[in-house]
């Protein structure tokens, strides 16, 4: 990715995370006045906002380095472990939420809702912007998106927050402020668990979602000079560097030069059909024997 189109990201994030930061203090300070735990809970969430986009901030700048002789990746996989700890923490998040809720189901506090509707609107207004900022950039890396499903997820919050304001100063009832912070919470939970899920997946360098390594398998095999490929692995770095390496058992003993064109054409369709990235072949004539597509 060029530097023209990583700026506007990292100042995005950049912004996003000094408006969340000032929510953050709003909220905490209204909900202490108001005695609203969703109030204090969507201060929580903007507090986690503003940590998720400041480590996402810092996994942007440590992409950007390039590879030496000590480290061949450079740092490609800082985004997808910022899209992991914020995942987690969101998870987290969610689970104090949830004890925080049910003590207040049992135990309702007095609330000041006409205070909790003004500074929760302050929230959503921050919230707004944030999430307009990054929309743009949240189906690029998994590091965005978490980042953005943090101030997704607090933009719902205020929007849950202002609803329950106005439904407590209408009818009274306290209870709407805990029952409020368990549905975000369940939100955010699950949204958090979808990250940390292909987070994961990659980390552990399984196939990727999106490619049939038996589909490879077909195709690579239709190629004239190609016998069999085998001992084969297929696993991405990052969401858009995907790797490949294979041995090619080839059909006839062949020159170096007409090694060189096949492994070319392989190459091709490795690229132009499945968006393999990285590619790295080895070439048999009757080495391997009796072996299978996944060395046991």
């Known amino acids: 990715m060029s530097a023209h189109k990583e700026n506007p990201k990292e100042i995005r994030l950049a912004i996003s995370a000094v408006l969340n930061f000032?929510?953050?203090v709003a909220q905490i300070i209204g909900g202490i006045l108001s005695g609203s735990l969703s109030l204090l809970s969507d201060a929580l969430h903007n507090f986690s906002d503003t940590v998720a986009l400041a480590i996402s901030l810092l996994a942007v700048r440590l992409a950007k380095r390039k590879s030496t002789e000590a480290r061949t990746f450079g740092y490609k996989r800082a985004e997808i472990l910022a899209a992991l700890f914020n995942a987690c923490a969101l998870v987290v998040v969610s689970i104090f939420l949830f004890k925080e809720a049910f003590a207040r189901f049992f135990?309702?506090?007095?609330?000041?809702?006409?205070?909790?509707?003004?500074?929760?609107?302050?929230g959503l207004a921050a919230n707004i912007i944030s999430v307009f900022l990054l929309k743009a950039h949240a189906h690029e890396d998994l590091n965005v998106?978490?980042?953005?499903?943090?101030?997704?997820?607090d933009f719902l919050s205020s929007v849950a927050v202002i609803i329950g304001a106005c439904a407590i100063f209408m009818s009274g009832a306290y209870w709407i402020d805990p029952a409020l912070t368990i549905l975000i919470g369940i939100y955010v939970m699950r949204e958090g668990y979808k990250i940390i899920e292909?987070?994961?997946?990659i980390l552990m360098q399984h196939v990727p979602k999106n490619i049939d390594l038996k589909e490879i398998q077909k195709q690579l095999e239709r190629i004239a000079g190609v016998r069999d490929i085998h001992h084969a692995h297929l696993w991405a770095v990052t969401e858009r560097d995907i790797h490949f390496e294979a041995h090619i058992n080839v059909s006839r003993d062949m020159p170096v030069s007409e090694s060189c064109l096949l492994i070319k054409q392989i190459e091709e369709a490795l690229k132009n059909d499945f968006a393999i990235t990285h590619i790295t072949l080895q070439l048999e004539f009757d080495s391997c024997k009796g072996v299978n597509l996944i060395k046991a």
């Open 107 to 122: 135990h309702p506090h007095p609330i000041n809702s006409l205070l909790m509707l003004f500074i929760a609107s302050i």
């Open 145 to 153: 998106r978490a980042a953005y499903v943090h101030l997704f997820s």
């Open 198 to 201: 292909e987070t994961t997946h």
């Open 22 to 24: 000032a929510t953050t």
